[in-house]
């Protein structure tokens, strides 16, 4: 059964150095301020998984959190380039950062298998890609049926999945809705999930296209209104996109990115008090 | 010259005039999604845009930033997880088109989103990588390509073979087993390339009006081959502009 939990506690028990953790959410529902007490408690040598690392895995990898990263498709949607993670990758700044690398379709069957408690996943996918050649994690197989040959990818199973919902109830269960990308096969995968949600309700009335979490699937719960911001949770916000084309000047400079973090991470206790998202617009306090 | 409008509006009218009404596109971000978006609100109102974050069928008034974003949500069909709208719809042959752009593409119409220069461990520049795109490639009926031209995007050979076109040529695609028929045309903001029956290589058919095949040479890392019968676009319509306009302005409104 889940357990209702700050979020600081939440992360401190659910989160270690040297930990497989995947932050899971497509554009929506991205869990930033689960993110940002990762990096206030300083976890490190992480192996970040994430199909689309966006701008919360861009400053987990400036911050030094990552030692490794597992990803499909890692930029600043609609604006560019991820420029604390170009710096890792390009010139090992704060650290060096290992990559494996997917496709969108290679992720989400990787976390399909770890889901459904296989070893791997098969696809039509990669085929003719130069991608094999440098991500030893994408192999050839032959279908026992008809010889075809087709690609598989080996099961993601994070130490931990982290996510961000709507709504909980007082039990645990935890609802979500709108685009929910991968992130139900992404904490079934998982050996323990942590899920922030925008409120806990008494009871969760239906929604249209609503993803149910059961509580007995989930370890911990933690109240962060706003808790996806700069991304959004429909229903409660819409998505931030000033703030993302903001991101890549304040990225573009160490120095200045060191300072947005300082003022806009490091110095906020926890990610849920009033004022937080007006903090996070870029505006220097 | 008095013309009323830019290469990059050619480009994107030039794109959504590729679009068939009624036809299912797998759509990608930017210069794609505002070509698709420009064809929903002009010749092709029953087109159907498909987003990879699992959004089928969405039908947004203004340009989305990201693929997530809550309009495309709030207005599409039916949105479905991520690996039911890579499994279910794409991975069969479920979607008609596959409307992709990239950082470079090359003679055989392979691109590149992933890295450009030195090594794959040590690139010159690292791009964000392969997202949707290279099962979009592989599984869509057909692939359209957009992408701005110059000897740095147009290459002789990509770096890094992100999205398969026709590899190195004739019968690559068909040895590889892929079900799609590969990218069938290119629109730059100088024309449009289509590739050869036989040989696979990206010809130069159409030139935007204004534009040269000097130019159009000029802005290509290959020997460019150019049809018998080229051809020129019509300049963009005061109806195309007004709607791609007015969506570009909805889009940057707060």
């Not at chain 1, 994408?138 to 709504?167: K, M, S, W, Y």
């Not at chain 2, 009323?4 to 068939?20: C, F, G, H, I, K």
């Not at chain 2, 930017?30 to 959004?55: D, F, K, M, W």
Request: glycine content about 10%; aromatic content about 6%.
């Amino acid at each position: 059964m889940a357990e209702i939990v700050s979020l600081a506690e939440g992360v401190a028990e659910l989160v270690n150095d040297g930990d497989t953790v995947a932050l899971e959410g497509f554009t929506h529902l991205i869990p930033f301020a689960a993110g940002h007490e990762i990096i206030r408690q300083q976890r490190r040598d992480l192996e970040l998984v994430r199909m689309t690392p966006d701008v919360v895995y861009d400053q987990l990898i400036g911050m030094g959190c990552a030692r490794r990263l597992v990803f499909s498709w890692g930029g600043n949607p609609g604006v560019g380039s991820l420029h604390r993670f170009r710096d890792a990758v390009e010139r090992g700044w704060p650290t060096p950062l290992e990559i494996e690398e997917h496709s969108h379709a290679g992720m989400a069957n990787r976390y399909v298998a770890g889901a459904s408690g296989l070893p791997f996943a098969v696809l039509r996918g990669y085929t003719g890609t130069d991608l094999p050649k440098h991500t030893d994690t994408i192999r050839p197989i032959a279908c026992p049926f008809t010889g075809e040959v087709l690609t598989a990818v080996p099961a993601l199973n994070p130490d931990v999945t982290v996510v961000h919902a709507q709504r909980a109830d007082r039990a645990g269960n935890v609802q979500m809705w709108g685009i929910t990308g991968v992130q139900k096969e992404a904490v079934l995968a998982a050996r323990r999930s942590l899920v922030t949600v925008e409120e806990i309700v008494d009871s969760l009335d239906p929604m249209p296209n609503q993803v149910v979490l059961p509580t007995w699937a989930v370890n911990a719960v933690a109240l962060v209104p706003g808790g996806s911001h700069p991304s959004y949770a429909q229903g409660y916000s819409v998505r931030d996109n000033a703030f993302y084309q903001t991101w890549d000047a304040i990225s573009r400079d160490r120095d200045a990115f060191a300072t947005w973090m300082r003022q806009h991470v490091l110095d906020v206790r926890d990610g849920g008090e009033p004022g937080r998202e007006r903090r996070m617009t870029g505006e220097t306090a | 010259m008095s013309q009323n409008w830019t290469s990059d509006e050619m480009m994107t009218v030039a794109a959504a005039r590729q679009l068939r009404d009624g036809t299912a596109c797998f759509v990608g971000i930017g210069l794609p999604s505002t070509a698709a978006n420009l064809a929903r609100a002009t010749h092709a109102p029953r087109l159907v845009l498909i987003y990879e974050s699992g959004c089928l069928g969405a039908k947004p008034d203004r340009l989305p930033l990201s693929i997530g974003d809550g309009i495309l949500a709030d207005t599409a069909d039916a949105v479905v997880s991520v690996p039911e709208v890579f499994n279910y719809w794409l991975q069969p042959g479920n979607v008609d088109v596959g409307f992709l752009g990239g950082a470079q593409v090359d003679r055989y119409g392979n691109i590149n989103t992933t890295a450009i220069g030195g090594d794959y461990a040590n690139p010159k520049v690292r791009l964000p990588g392969a997202g949707g795109a290279p099962e979009i490639a592989a599984s869509c009926r057909e692939v359209i390509v957009v992408m701005r031209q110059s000897p740095r995007t147009f290459v002789e050979r990509v770096d890094f073979v992100t999205s398969f076109g026709y590899g190195s040529g004739p019968g690559d695609r068909e040895q590889l087993g892929l079900r799609g028929a590969g990218p069938q045309v290119v629109i730059s903001d100088l024309g449009v390339l289509r590739p050869d029956p036989s040989t696979r290589e990206l010809v130069l058919t159409h030139l935007h009006p204004g534009a040269t095949v000097e130019q159009a040479r000029a802005a290509t890392g290959w020997a460019l081959t150019v049809a018998d019968d080229l051809r020129t676009n019509e300049p963009p319509s005061e109806a195309e502009l007004t709607v791609l306009r007015a969506l570009k302005a909805a889009s940057a409104a707060p």
